[in-house]
């Protein structure tokens, strides 16, 4: 699936972008959790990156939506969210 | 450590507080006042590290030696505004002196729909806050806190006002200050307290009081990505039934650019720290960080 691989890594730079974390886009693990362990990110992350990814791909994503946990549990499952949901 | 406040456990037990709500509640504030008395000996008497925590932050503000006398004072204003936060969440605002300094700003913008950061501490009443709107049908403000913390309090809380419990946003979940950011961007106002630290928070080296004390880096780093202005609010009790609010504009826009080398972190966490400073000179006993604030980072 390289459409689908394309767009992991253009999720994983826009990540190290946002965040100006010290680390190579391609080297994150995308079945790693994203937050606390893992990569480490904490709650004003998860805001930055929300924000920037809702810039990008034009959907918003909502405080009240029950898969939010989910959704950012990792690399490969926002990938999935911004290939279903993206408006551009 | 500076973290003590969360190993501290809720001293008073379910039912002290349940009392002493039906005391206020059906006998009114002048009889459950006379309970705060025997209550503050008891905490003078067994509650030894918030004992030595007082005298501690009381010598450094009143740079002279604390006594009993002092501490005795410090806890009686810490217990009398627990005691009036029943009234306030019962909306029995009527029998207190509150005088607002400060507040139109924040009315103005309210009225704009501009959405707001008010940042206050652990120094006096934050419930006091809701004074400022009562004219107004309310203020449409939401408070971000640790909610595991102070379980018992708010348990309370909930069940004297269930509407307002539902104003709190609980820290820690992946979409907490995205529901921050919406309240925000929809016009409202979103309070939160800037000197507690908790484990894994990222923290900042504040010269405070006269020496280094770590404050958390959290509120300014959210400030700066919300990019909404934040008022500093501090609601000092000043005895009897007298309250002063004190609204104060700390910046339109707090910037921290993500590729910084911190100093704008750092910068903008010291200011709050010297105009927190300010208020505890003010009304020193409204201090209620009753664990050693000062001790080193873990």
């Not at chain 2, 709107?133 to 913390?149: C, H, K, Q, R, T």
Request: proline share 4%.
């Amino acid at each position: 699936m390289p459409e689908a691989n394309h767009l992991e890594g253009e999720v994983a730079r826009l990540i190290v972008e946002t965040l100006n974390l010290d680390i190579d886009p391609t080297g994150i693990d995308p079945q790693a959790p994203l937050f606390r362990e893992g990569l480490g990110l904490d709650s004003i992350d998860a805001l930055e990156l929300a924000l920037a990814l809702s810039q990008r791909y034009g959907f918003k994503l909502r405080a009240d939506d029950p898969n939010n946990t989910r959704i950012f549990s990792s690399l490969r499952a926002l990938t999935e969210y911004v290939r279903v949901n993206r408006a551009k | 450590m500076s973290r003590g406040w969360l190993l501290q456990r809720e001293r008073g037990s379910r039912f002290a507080l349940r009392l002493i709500t039906w005391i206020a509640l059906h006998l009114g504030r002048a009889s459950a006042r006379i309970l705060l008395y025997p209550i503050c000996i008891y905490f003078l008497t067994f509650a030894g590290r918030a004992r030595r925590a007082s005298r501690q932050y009381l010598q450094r503000v009143l740079g002279c030696r604390a006594n009993i006398m002092h501490v005795g004072h410090h806890f009686h204003s810490f217990a009398a505004t627990i005691l009036d936060r029943v009234f306030l969440l019962t909306d029995r605002y009527g029998q207190f002196d509150v005088c607002i300094h400060g507040a139109e700003s924040i009315l103005q913008r309210v009225q704009r729909k501009q959405g707001c950061l008010l940042l206050g501490a652990h120094l006096g009443s934050f419930e006091i806050m809701r004074t400022l709107g009562i004219d107004e049908a309310g203020l449409p403000i939401s408070v971000l806190m640790y909610e595991d913390n102070a379980a018992k309090t708010i348990e309370i809380a909930k069940a004297l006002n269930p509407e307002l419990a539902n104003t709190v946003i609980p820290i820690g979940g992946v979409d907490s200050l995205l529901l921050v950011k919406e309240k925000l961007d929809q016009g409202q106002l979103v309070g939160l307290l800037g000197d507690r630290t908790l484990a894994h928070d990222k923290i900042v080296y504040c010269s405070f009081l006269g020496e280094r004390a770590v404050f958390p880096a959290g509120p300014m780093l959210l400030a700066a990505a919300v990019k909404a202005p934040v008022f500093l609010c501090f609601g000092l009790y000043r005895g009897g039934n007298r309250y002063e609010v004190h609204c104060e504009l700390f910046a339109e826009r707090v910037d921290i650019p993500r590729a910084g080398s911190g100093q704008e972190l750092q910068h903008w966490v010291q200011r709050y720290a010297e105009r927190l400073e300010h208020y505890c000179r003010v009304a020193p006993y409204n201090w209620f960080n009753f664990y050693d604030f000062w001790a080193a980072a873990p």
